[in-house]
């Protein structure tokens, strides 16, 4: 069966303007309701600053490292086809060709080289498997467990019940509808869910702990910092990836660095 990876917000990072991004849609929270995104973006427009404050102490300014960041997921999309946007997704689930994995996925998440050859035998409605975080690979998700980038859910599924396309933007929501779904488990590490310091809940829950900007900054740089040495998940697949992601956090941090 072939496999699909659905990247739920296809955003170009590289061209992208503080206009543009101010303006994007919200994304789908639970239950398909945009009540998360819309919280999110109103404390983006109401703390613009955040920016300014990223560019002061980093080297590489917040669209460039979005941009290089999905680059480097990008490169892990291997043996796939792959289908970006909500739009694409539609398009996709209206063909009446062979059934499909889909598997939905955000723009910095990695998935394994052999994900679309252990996807190839299986007949559940829903597959998951095992998956890290690139912050404590040693934390690892899988049966049962609706992450960011650890299922898989038939063509066929979504074809017969619309509402799980629109689901697929958040994956607790998925999960939260789609319980009584047969599902079955790939007991191996398939997927890596990249926590960048970048990501807009990341940069909202660091503001809330910090009593002021220069504590903000002072975070960011740890977490930077933090993300720069190599993290080890025991799994083959993962080095090159890790070695790459900690590099350009080093990057950040690095005045000479050239872009």
């Known amino acids: 069966m072939e496999t699909i990876v659905f990247v739920r917000h296809n955003i170009d990072w590289a061209d992208m303007t503080m206009k543009e991004f101010m303006s994007q849609n919200p994304r789908f929270g639970p239950g398909g309701r945009e009540t998360e995104g819309k919280a999110i973006l ?41 289908v970006k946007g909500f739009e694409a997704l539609k398009q996709e689930c209206k063909k009446n060709e062979e059934d499909a994995y889909i598997v939905p996925i955000d723009d910095d998440d990695w998935i394994s080289p052999k994900l679309a050859s252990r996807l190839s035998s299986q007949s559940a ?30 063509k066929s599924i979504i074809q017969n019940t619309p509402k799980f396309q ?9 999960g939260n509808h789609a319980k009584r779904i047969k599902s079955a488990r790939i007991r191996a590490l398939l997927s890596v869910a990249n926590r960048t310091i970048a990501s807009v809940g990341q940069m909202q829950r660091i503001w ?27 799994i083959e697949w993962t080095i090159p990836f890790m070695e790459k992601n900690a590099e350009l956090h080093r990057r950040l941090l690095q005045p000479t660095w050239l872009m």
């Open 42 to 82: 109103k404390w983006f427009k109401a703390n613009k600053i955040f920016f300014d404050l990223w560019n002061q102490i980093f080297q590489i300014d917040y669209f460039t490292f979005r941009a290089r960041v999905k680059e480097l997921a990008e490169e892990t999309f291997v043996g796939v086809k792959v």
């Open 125 to 154: 409605a829903i597959i998951h498997w095992n998956m890290a975080f690139t912050d404590n690979p040693r934390t690892k998700y899988g049966f049962k467990s609706f992450r960011t980038c650890n299922f898989a859910v038939r």
């Open 208 to 234: 809330q702990r910090s009593v002021s900007r220069k504590r903000f900054q002072s975070r960011l740089s740890e977490m930077a910092l933090v993300m720069s040495r190599i993290k080890k998940t025991g």
């Open 166 to 174: 629109k689901l697929l933007l958040h994956h607790v929501s998925f």
